[in-house]
């Protein structure tokens, strides 16, 4: 983690920590059966209007100038985007509610940036290439399957609600991936890695689900139960 200077914090070590004692005492699992996917609000969730902010203690300071999107791997088409590259690309407008495994959700956040499918149209992944792998600039990594990152409302995101993503929400330029819990979109993003194997990432080895689908409760791997 050669990014992590002082002055853009240090790791909290306890907040991890808890977190991972969570994940292996399956906390906040609501264990409510049936099929939630027909009502909005995932269940264990409750609606925020807020935006809260969640990082590893690091808010990297992403300037135009350090910023490049590495996306690479086993693809047909490896690209390096410089912040300029990747703004001229065709852009996309979404709107997508968060789902945080902290159990608060947010709806009809407004997002533009560049689709997953035009990255995709771009680079051609190759038919092996089954796994994704994000890295982000604070030395942060998730997963996630191939077919979860070409969904269609799938963007890499420099604006929010008109406005470029702020510093502590991952600007200059943040993953959001809304069909699954917001860990899995990596803020701040640098590198983007097409795989055979499956990589877990920071919290998926510490206890996280590797898929993540709120509407199955997927917070956590391996959960004992009682
Ligand atoms: N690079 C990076 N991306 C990250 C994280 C992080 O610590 N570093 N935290 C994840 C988690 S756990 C959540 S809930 C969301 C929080 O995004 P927000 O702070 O914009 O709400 O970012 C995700 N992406
Ligand atoms: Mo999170």
């Not at 929400?169 to 990596?186: C, E, N």
Request: with cysteine; charged share 25%; aromatic share 10%.
């Amino acid at each position: 983690m050669a990014d992590d200077k002082d002055d853009e914090g240090r790791i909290k070590e306890k907040l991890i920590a808890t977190k991972q004692k969570w994940a292996r005492d399956g906390r906040l699992l609501t264990g409510m059966p049936g099929d939630h996917r027909a009502q909005r609000l995932p269940p264990g969730q409750r609606e925020v209007t807020n935006w809260p902010v969640l990082d590893l203690g690091i808010q990297p300071m992403v300037t135009a100038k350090r910023f490049r999107l590495e996306i690479t791997g086993l693809v047909e088409n490896p690209v390096t985007l410089s912040l300029d590259e990747f703004m001229a690309l065709p852009q996309s407008d979404m709107v997508s509610d968060i789902h945080c495994v902290t159990q608060w959700s947010r709806y009809d956040n407004h997002w533009q940036g560049v689709a997953a499918s035009t990255l995709l149209d771009l680079v051609k992944p190759t038919p092996e290439a089954r796994h994704v792998l994000f890295t982000a600039f604070d030395g942060y990594t998730t997963n996630v399957k191939r077919e979860v990152f070409s969904a269609p409302n799938v963007i890499l995101a420099h604006s929010w609600e008109g406005q470029p993503i702020t510093r502590e929400h991952g600007g200059p330029v943040r993953v959001v991936i809304p069909d699954w819990y917001f860990w899995k979109s990596a803020k701040w993003v640098n590198r983007i890695e097409f795989s055979a194997v499956d990589k877990p990432g920071f919290w998926e080895v510490r206890g996280y689900h590797n898929e993540g689908d709120p509407w199955r409760e997927e917070r956590y791997g391996e959960v004992k139960p009682g």
